[in-house]
């Protein structure tokens, strides 16, 4: 069964930067398509990133620029360097097996999960 931990957050300064890991298990990941998704107090759990194999990686609109996804399969983990942080990329950030038709197909990052994991917390925070 895939599961994932994820790691990685704290407290920045807006403009500031932070790196985020998703550590899966139960399967090699090497296949997977992985995405990143967070929420916001009161808001609904967004789309931020997702990275599919053998195709590429997919933003939201509202990261561009900023952030990176990318995976190390030997280490089965997917991380998000996150840079020039806003406060409105605060929210508990989790990951995600993806729907890897979807993305290629429509640049969407669709979780398929069942629970989701308990996130890292992204605190940004003058």
């Known amino acids: 069964q895939l599961q994932f931990v994820e790691s990685g957050g704290g407290l920045v300064h807006p403009g500031g930067s932070l790196g985020l890991s998703c550590l899966a298990s139960?399967?090699?990941?090497?296949?997977?398509?992985i995405g990143w998704f967070r929420q916001a107090p009161g808001k609904e759990r967004e789309e931020v990133s997702c990275?599919?194999?053998?195709?590429?990686?997919v933003y939201a609109d509202s990261v561009k620029g900023r952030f990176t996804i990318s995976r190390d399969n030997v280490k089965n983990t997917v991380y998000l360097r996150m840079a020039t942080l806003r406060p409105d990329d605060a929210g508990v950030y989790y990951c995600?097996?993806?729907?890897?038709?979807?993305?290629?197909?429509?640049?969407?990052?669709?979780?398929?999960?069942?629970?989701w994991g308990q996130g890292t917390q992204v605190t940004v925070s003058s």
């Open positions: 990275i599919v194999s053998d195709f590429g990686t």
């Open positions: 139960g399967v090699d990941i090497r296949d997977y398509s």
């Open positions: 995600a097996q993806v729907n890897p038709i979807r993305a290629i197909t429509a640049n969407k990052c669709d979780p398929i999960v069942d629970n």
